[in-house]
Nanobody, 114 residues
Framework: VQLQASGGGLVQAGGSLRLSCAAS????????MGWYRQVPGEQRSMVAA???????NYADSVKDRFTISTDSAKRTVFLQMNSLKPDDTAVYYC?????????WGQGTQVTVSS
């Protein structure tokens, strides 16, 4: 299974970006998909996650600004990011939990200028 993330880029504060992460290959039952982010010198931190049932949760810092969703096939996870702040600048990594195995995407850079 491979995860391919896309959609990062440079945006001004207050702007929006939509990240996508598509899973390819043969997969078992999906349990969850989500996004983490990491800035240099810090640990990777959870941004948002969504279960196979559609239940989602968010880091407090992104609640009411970010929305996580999947396609109907549960092969692609999206992260709609609105009202972006400079503090959102990071490399964003997607993940998927299929069966008992976690898979990670390669990361996509999001830079928010003030």
């Amino acid at each position: 299974v491979q995860l391919q993330a896309s959609g990062g880029g440079l945006v001004q504060a207050g702007g929006s970006l939509r990240l996508s992460c598509a899973a390819s290959g043969r997969v078992l039952r999906l349990h969850a998909m989500g996004w983490y982010r990491q800035v240099p010198g810090e640990q990777r931190s959870m941004v948002a996650a969504i279960s196979s049932a559609g239940d989602s949760n968010y880091a407090d810092s992104v609640k009411d600004r970010f929305t996580i969703s999947t396609d109907s096939a549960k092969r692609t996870v999206f992260l709609q990011m609105n009202s972006l702040k400079p503090d959102d600048t990071a490399v964003y990594y997607c993940y998927a939990l299929y069966g008992r195995q976690y898979y990670w995407g390669q990361g996509t850079q999001v830079t928010v200028s003030s």
